[in-house]
């Protein structure tokens, strides 16, 4: 009796694992069921806006990965050997507003902003990939330990980020290049790209 | 618009039609103070370098009206014949010149240096010292440097030891 039991039990279970193993998933047909497809999309395209304007000259010349702030539309490296000091600004007695003031002059073609520095080593995104580049920007030890929300704040409200769309005229009067999103679109896209969870499409 | 400031410890009014003015023309121009030159026009060669609240500032890239209420020093007011600041001695005892139209600005960048870095390396001058001498006469300012440094401290213990 004991025997018969077990024999069907063991039937049983054999007939439910072929069934079950005949149904089983794949990983492709997987589906996110907490970000309906269109955020997705949403949050994607909020994601490349931001990364065009994150890794234009205007952002990506005081976000050195070598402690030397770039200039010009051609990126080269900050004339007379000028670099990040102690405190991002440049060392002890020549430094950033030696030159740079809170705004732009029009009339030496020197660009200027509040806090004209670099950003913390640790925001260097130069060279890196787009997915590096997020990556930094939210991981707290790098990012100067911002949430979110301070993040987005930063990004759609400090004078020195979005100097980028006022960059004023350089040395020979010509108007510097602008980043390839306005300023409205970016700020929409950042605040986008957060409140849909700030997800890396590559990752 | 009228800006108020004060230039080598004399305080001084003037009206200016465009508060942008760069403050190099006001201080040459207006104050009549021609010992900052102006060279580049793009806060690149320091020539124009004069002191704003001690800080070292390009003046063909400074709108005077940032200016409003500061003290500035020209390289008239850093120190006088009789009296000259150790920056001065030095470049006199070093004959650093050869035309002579960079070196006030040099030598205002020195000054700031020194109120910063009392004894620099070479390293901090070639960090900070970063005008542009046509004539080349950079040898014998890092050695003029050097010797206002030593000249800065022993006059600073020479005042010590009085008080």
């Known amino acids: 009796m004991k025997l018969k039991t077990i024999y069907t039990l063991l039937a049983i279970s054999t ?18 069921l907490n970000m309906p497809e269109s955020k997705m999309i949403e949050s994607e395209e909020a994601y490349g806006q931001m990364m065009d304007v994150l890794t234009h000259q205007r952002c990506m010349n005081c976000h050195p990965n070598d402690n030397i702030p ?97 960059p004023g005229v350089d040395a020979n009067g010509e108007p510097r290049e602008l980043p390839p999103v306005s300023k409205d679109k970016f700020k929409k896209a950042v605040k986008s790209w957060f409140e849909n969870g700030a997800v890396v499409p590559t990752k | 618009m009228e800006i108020s400031f004060t230039v080598n410890g004399t305080s001084q009014s003037v009206e200016v039609a465009d508060e942008n003015t760069p403050l190099l023309w006001v201080i040459r121009d207006v104050l009549d103070l021609k010992g900052t030159k102006f060279g580049c026009g793009k806060a690149a060669c320091g020539a124009c370098t ?98 206002a440094a030593k000249l800065r401290a022993e006059s600073e213990m020479n005042i010590s030891e009085k008080v």
């Open chain 1, 15 to 32: 007939v439910g694992l072929m069934l079950a193993l005949g149904k089983s998933p794949n990983v492709s047909s997987y589906v996110v």
């Open chain 1, 70 to 166: 770039k200039q010009g539309d051609d990126r080269h490296a900050h004339y007379f050997g000028l670099a990040r000091g102690k405190d991002d600004t440049g060392f002890e007695a020549t430094n950033c507003t030696t030159c740079h003031q809170s705004e732009n002059n029009d009339y030496s073609g020197v660009p200027g902003a509040p806090h004209w520095s670099l950003a913390p080593a640790s925001m260097g995104w130069e060279g890196l990939t787009r997915t590096e580049i997020a990556e930094r920007l939210l991981d707290k030890s790098t990012n100067g330990n911002r949430s979110h929300e301070e993040l987005v704040e930063h990004m759609t409200e400090d004078e020195l980020v979005l100097w980028a769309w006022t």
């Open chain 2, 50 to 147: 004069l002191l704003v609240d001690g800080e070292a500032v390009r003046s063909c890239s400074y709108p005077v009206k940032f200016a409003i209420g500061k003290k500035i020093t020209t390289i008239e007011g850093l120190g006088t014949q009789d009296n000259p600041h150790p920056v001065q001695q030095a470049w006199i005892d070093e004959v650093v010149p050869q035309c002579g139209y960079c070196q006030p600005g040099f030598m205002m960048a020195t000054a700031a240096l020194l109120n910063k870095v009392p004894n620099p390396t070479d390293d901090d001058i070639d960090e900070n010292i970063i005008n542009i001498c046509r004539c080349g006469t950079y040898y014998r300012m890092r050695k003029a440097i050097h010797k």
